[in-house]
Nanobody, 121 residues
Framework: QVQLVESGGGLVQAGGSLRLSCAASGRTFSTYTMGWFRQAPGKERLFVAAITRIGVTSYADNVKGRFTISRDNANNTLYLQMNSLEPEDTGVYHC???????????????WGQGTQVTVSS
């Protein structure tokens, strides 16, 4: 089992950048597939990005070229670098983990509480 704690959210103007972090407990972080999801008020949680244990990445179409997911297995940390932010990126960002690889966009077993990102126009 793994516990996940997100940080790095905040208020930013459109066009700005933020870097989210997700600290994971446990000694097996490197074996998990990790993902980021966004939930806007009153809407379903949506896939943003994922990274496998060997570093293969996947992104939602609307963040490709703007967001970068990465992981530091030595420090049990997942990151999401978000550039050129848009108001539509606003929401609570959750990191998630699972032991399987595919599909990368769903079926995650472990979730963090989330960090709020607000992009003003």
């Amino acid at each position: 089992q793994v516990q996940l704690v997100e940080s790095g959210g905040g208020l930013v103007q459109a066009g700005g950048s933020l870097r989210l972090s997700c600290a994971a407990s446990g000694r097996t972080f490197s074996t998990y597939t990790m993902g980021w999801f966004r939930q806007a008020p009153g809407k379903e949680r949506l896939f943003v990005a994922a990274i496998t244990r060997i570093g293969v990445t996947s992104y939602a179409d609307n963040v490709k070229g703007r967001f970068t997911i990465s992981r530091d297995n030595a420090n049990n940390t997942l990151y999401l670098q978000m550039n050129s932010l848009e108001p539509e990126d606003t929401g609570v960002y959750h990191c998630a983990a699972k032991t399987t690889t595919v599909p990368l966009t769903r079926n995650y077993a472990y979730w963090g509480q989330g960090t709020q990102v607000t992009v003003s126009s």
